[in-house]
Structures are given as structure tokens and as C-alpha cells.
């Protein structure tokens, strides 16, 4: 298949699955993003998520090697506006500062261009040193005692949210409590970050988190959203969600396309704001070399 045939193909899934949550989607939205990252598109990892309440339907895309300024590249396509605002230095201050391993952006079929994400696993950076970036939100600072009780230090993701001006840190957690963390840290982020408590299941599916990112915006040092991500795997059990998801938001999850052999790719992710908790679930249309062979790791053990 041409590369411009595959992005009519990634289109009509962004459309079949939008359709499938009754959001409307339409050409004109999200063809021009598509074509304004190319025919690579075809060989990165696509994600398709969707939140319970849903208004919005999303897809988060790996960004192109051949794109070496992604901020640039959304701003140079009109996808991100010139700005004062500090949201607009934050991802060329990061570049400057750290080895950054890939880039995702971030986009609604309604809304459009949302966020850029930088990711650095395999260049772990402590949050102190994250904090001393001059375009950094200050609440990263105001809150280091509160990431410290919770032992809360590697970052490997920044995400940066240019249309509500918030930023996410993404923490990496060590390997001795990924996926399975005490019921007890789950509760004091979230008592101290000012969420409500958990009901029983929401609280059981945070413990399987491996990263857990914090939402925060320029405006004031409150901790906007926390969010605990597990690791993307195959066979995600919906009848173990069922209560949490709208009927349209199930069968999603249950057809919505995707473009590799095997089981469907599929991440859940329980996240709680000051209004409440929510999930946040994702089908993976298209995977990574590197999220494929991880992914065949873990099945063989």
C-alpha cells in the first residue's frame, strides 16, 4: 500500500471508530493534520481514546523521525498560535535541556490540535532538575514535597496541552512497585493532591499503574488531574469495567479498527480531578516496532 493510500486508511478508522461513539468527525477537521505529517504516518504508532462523559474522540500519533521540531512543525502548519504565554517556550526549553527519545501529538476530531508530548525513557530526568526550566509551570516547584512523600522522582514524559495551557509529568515508577502499587500511596495522592476517594474498582485498576502523571496549569499551584497509566497489553477485560463505561464507549473497545496481527492493543486509565474519577480508554490502531516486541516480552514471561 502507497503512503498516500494508508493515510485514507487511517482516516476512514478515525472516522468508523468517531462514528461508533456518535462524536461527529469530519474531512475537513482532520485530513489536513494527517497530511501535514505525511506518508510516514503509515509506519508509527497511532492511538484511538476516548473519556467516559465523553463530548470528544482523540487520536495521539507518534510523530515522524523526519520531523526534528515538532512545536515548529504544529506552528508552522497553524495548529499551534504564536504566544506569549510560557505553554509556548515550554517544549524548546525541554529540547534544550534534554536527550528526548520520541515525540506524540495529540489530537480531537471536534476539537483538533491539542498537545505535544516529549518522551524521554531511556533519559530519565529527576523533577528537581524538570522544576529549574524557566518556562515550567510553578506549581512543579510549589508541589515538590508533596512528589517527594510519595516518592514520585523520574520523569519520562512531558505532555503540553496548547489549547487549555495545562502540562502532565509523566513518572516512571521503579520496577520493584510498577503494577503494583500499596492501596495506601493510591489514596494519599489523592487525599493530598485534594481528589475525592476512590470507589473500591476505580481504586483496584490504579494499582496496576506503571507511570502516574500529574496535570498542571500556570495559573496556580493546585494539582489539576492525577492519572495512573498501566502498560499497554493485549485482551482488555471490559466486563471487569462494565460499570464505568457508556454502552457506545464498550463497543468501541470491542471494534474499533486497528492494523496488526494478533489481539487488539488496548490501554485503560482510571484519573481523578477535584469534580470526580473517570477513565480515559484507549485502542491502539496502529503499534510501534519497539511497543510490539515489548508487548511479546511480557506475554513470554
Given at each position: 500500500m502507497s503512503g498516500a493510500a494508508a493515510l485514507d486508511e487511517i482516516y476512514s478508522a478515525i472516522e468508523k471508530s468517531a462514528r461508533l461513539l456518535d462524536v461527529p468527525c469530519t474531512r475537513e477537521k482532520v485530513?489536513?493534520?494527517?497530511?501535514?505529517?505525511?506518508?510516514?504516518?503509515?509506519?508509527?504508532?497511532?492511538?484511538?481514546?476516548?473519556?467516559?462523559?465523553?463530548?470528544?474522540?482523540?487520536?495521539?500519533?507518534?510523530?515522524?523521525?523526519?520531523?526534528?521540531?515538532?512545536?515548529?512543525?504544529?506552528v508552522a502548519n497553524g495548529f499551534v498560535g504564536e504566544t506569549d504565554h510560557p505553554v509556548g517556550a515550554l517544549l524548546p526549553d525541554v529540547q534544550a535541556r534534554v536527550s528526548v527519545n520520541e515525540y506524540f501529538f495529540d489530537c480531537g476530531v471536534v476539537g483538533g490540535f491539542q498537545k505535544l508530548y516529549a518522551s524521554f525513557p531511556r533519559n530519565l530526568q529527576p523533577v528537581s532538575k524538570l522544576a529549574d526550566i524557566p518556562s515550567m509551570p510553578r506549581a512543579v516547584t510549589d508541589n515538590a514535597g508533596y512528589f517527594a512523600q510519595h516518592?514520585?522522582?523520574?520523569?519520562?514524559?512531558?505532555?503540553?496541552?496548547?489549547?487549555?495551557?495545562?502540562?502532565?509529568?509523566?513518572?516512571q515508577l521503579p520496577a520493584a512497585i510498577a503494577g503494583n502499587l500499596d492501596p495506601k500511596l493510591v489514596l494519599s495522592l489523592l487525599q493530598e493532591g485534594g481528589m475525592p476517594e476512590p470507589d473500591e474498582r476505580m481504586l483496584e485498576l490504579a494499582l496496576g499503574a506503571y507511570r502516574i502523571y500529574v496535570t498542571f496549569s500556570w495559573d496556580s499551584s493546585r494539582v489539576q488531574r492525577i492519572s495512573f497509566s498501566p502498560r499497554p497489553s493485549r485482551g482488555l477485560d471490559l466486563e471487569a469495567i462494565a460499570d464505568q463505561l457508556e454502552p457506545e464507549t464498550a463497543e468501541f473497545m470491542r471494534t474499533a479498527p486497528f492494523a496488526y496481527e494478533g489481539e487488539r492493543v488496548s490501554i485503560s486509565v482510571p484519573k481523578w480531578s477535584a469534580d470526580g474519577g473517570h477513565m480515559n480508554l484507549g485502542s491502539y490502531y496502529q503499534v510501534s516496532p519497539q511497543l510490539a516486541a515489548l508487548i511479546a516480552s511480557q506475554e513470554r514471561g
Open positions: 485530513w489536513p493534520i494527517l497530511t501535514a505529517y505525511g506518508e510516514a504516518l503509515s509506519e508509527v504508532a497511532i492511538i484511538f481514546s476516548v473519556s467516559s462523559g465523553r463530548e470528544e474522540f482523540d487520536y495521539t500519533v507518534q510523530v515522524p523521525a523526519g520531523i526534528d521540531d515538532p512545536y515548529a512543525h504544529a516518592g514520585l522522582d523520574d520523569v519520562s514524559v512531558i505532555g503540553i496541552d496548547y489549547k487549555r495551557r495545562t502540562m502532565n509529568l509523566y513518572f
